[in-house]
């Protein structure tokens, strides 16, 4: 049955549109100022300026200054942290498919070129001239990965807590995965196939998770040893005493 509902004119959805564009634009235009000065040394009006847009739209998008800002930190290359740390961190999913997920999801952002590039100057200028929007992504997009990994980790060595070592673990699987963002200009410029196209991206995410794979079976080889090297030999069944016959 056809829908009664009125259908929005052609002039509103243009103009639906055109919204989008100009809020796009001015993200785009946020972040590479935002990375290139940081936020104290932007202004709003380079920033519309840079986005062909008026000043008004920035408060019209936005709410204003520092809410754009916060915006240039997820946005530009997706975001959607909850549902990805939801992918790896389903129930029953063997340990090899949450490792591949879970590097291919960190990976992900690789294949959005320069975008990304911008974020982790941003980032790095974050750490340098702190305005507070760390402790927000510290918390949303590092800590909640690395504590859904460590119960990926805990459920596949079947341990009740996290220990120092399944800690240390997590680290480097997800260390992995950033040593690319941070060496991605030396792998460029020493072998750049490497890094040409989405399916150069998918092919470092299959080998890190197989070398991810290979760092949680050697902890699980080490804690079994720990356990036999301490679990005491069992004491040898003997044979009942004999009643004496002496006196």
């Known amino acids: 049955m056809p829908s009664l509902k009125p259908q929005p004119s052609a002039a509103s959805r243009a103009s639906r549109s ?3 564009e100009a809020r796009s634009r001015l993200l785009h235009a946020a972040l590479a100022l935002f990375a290139e000065k940081g936020f104290a040394k932007t202004s709003t009006r380079e920033i519309a300026a840079a986005a062909g ?3 008004a739209s920035i408060s019209y998008y936005f709410g204003d200054k520092a809410g754009l800002y916060a915006a240039t930190f997820t946005e530009p290359m997706g975001g959607a942290m909850p549902d990805f740390i939801a992918m790896y ?3 029953g999913l063997p340990i090899a498919e949450a490792l591949r997920i879970f590097m291919a999801g960190y990976l992900e952002p690789l294949k959005h070129g320069d ?3 911008q974020c982790m100057r941003l980032h790095l200028r974050e750490l340098l001239e702190p305005t507070g929007q760390w402790a927000t992504e510290l918390e949303r997009d590092v800590k909640a990965p690395h504590e859904a990994l460590v119960r990926v980790l805990c ?6 807590r996290a220990d120092d070592d399944v800690q240390r673990l997590a680290f480097a699987i997800s260390g992995l995965a950033t040593q690319l963002f941070v060496m991605r200009d030396v792998v460029e410029q020493m072998q750049p196939q490497l890094l040409e196209g989405d399916a150069r991206i998918d092919t470092w995410a299959d ?4 070398y991810a794979l290979a760092l949680v079976a050697d902890e699980a ?3 079994q040893a720990s356990k036999t090297r301490t679990t005491p030999p069992a004491r040898p069944r003997h044979a009942a005493p004999r009643t004496s016959l002496l006196p």
């Open 18 to 20: 055109d919204g989008a």
């Open 53 to 55: 847009t008026n000043i």
């Open 89 to 91: 961190e389903a129930p």
């Open 115 to 117: 975008i990304v590039r």
């Open 155 to 160: 459920r596949h060595l079947q341990l009740a």
């Open 207 to 210: 080998r890190l998770s197989a």
């Open 221 to 223: 080889r080490r804690r």
